[in-house]
């Protein structure tokens, strides 16, 4: 049994969504990053890096959701392309562009744009355009293929649906109509059975909404007011 922590963030959802694909039997853990659970010492023990997800496989533990994607594919040989094969090196390079640009820019535009202090008018400008470059390099890359490796649904197209879905808080209400091809992606994945159990864990925990003072502080600690 599975052991994988989660919230509802792009990046937990990623893992949710390849476990139901895999149909591989789990336990969701919540952990509250807005209550700062994510902190705790036993949490650290799996992560130091105080980030979600985090499974832990038997004797294995592992944390950053694309190196889970990895392990977890590698493990059951499905969702990815063998060994040797030409298309393996594809799927590690963009599995890593959306580690490294898709997810970081995004999220630091949403953090500029939408929770730090202002004014950050350079901040919100840079990650910004880059949120905006990069998700542009992936809608290039759909307008030529039904996947982002071809014609077969991957981890890949797992790690994009990802952030996908929060499209519209990243780069503004009109993100669809600039990304049709990602629109697409996102919606041929979202309609997938295993997609939709993923998205049931919404209903299972009831996790703070509210970004008050309690939760930048455990959030963003940098940024954040003192505790009174």
Request: proline share 7%.
């Amino acid at each position: 049994m599975i052991t994988f922590y989660y919230n509802l963030a792009p990046n937990p959802m990623k893992v949710a969504l390849l476990l139901e694909e895999l149909e591989l039997p789990y336990e969701a853990v919540p952990v509250d990053s807005r209550r700062g659970e994510q902190h705790a010492a036993a949490f650290k023990a799996l992560n130091p890096n105080a980030k979600l997800p985090v499974i832990v496989d038997g004797d294995a533990t592992v944390f950053d959701s694309n190196a889970i994607l990895l392990y977890l594919a590698e493990k059951t040989g499905r969702f990815l392309p063998k060994a040797g094969d030409r298309a393996r090196g594809e799927m590690l390079s963009w599995l890593m562009f959306v580690a490294t640009g898709i997810g970081p820019y995004s999220g630091q535009a949403v953090h500029f744009k939408h929770f730090a202090p202002k004014p950050q008018d350079y901040a919100v400008e840079r990650y910004d355009f880059e949120a905006a470059r990069h998700w542009g390099i992936v809608d290039a890359r759909l307008a030529e293929r039904s996947y982002m490796l071809g014609d077969e649904y991957s981890i890949v197209d797992m790690a994009v649906w990802g952030w996908a879905g929060r499209l519209p808080f990243v780069m503004g209400e009109d993100a669809w109509a600039k990304l049709p091809n990602v629109k697409r992606l996102f919606d041929a994945v979202g309609a997938r059975p295993a997609a939709q159990r993923a998205e049931a864990l919404k209903g299972r925990h009831s996790f703070k909404a509210e970004m008050d003072d309690e939760a930048r502080r455990h959030m963003f600690p940098a940024t954040a007011k003192p505790a009174a």
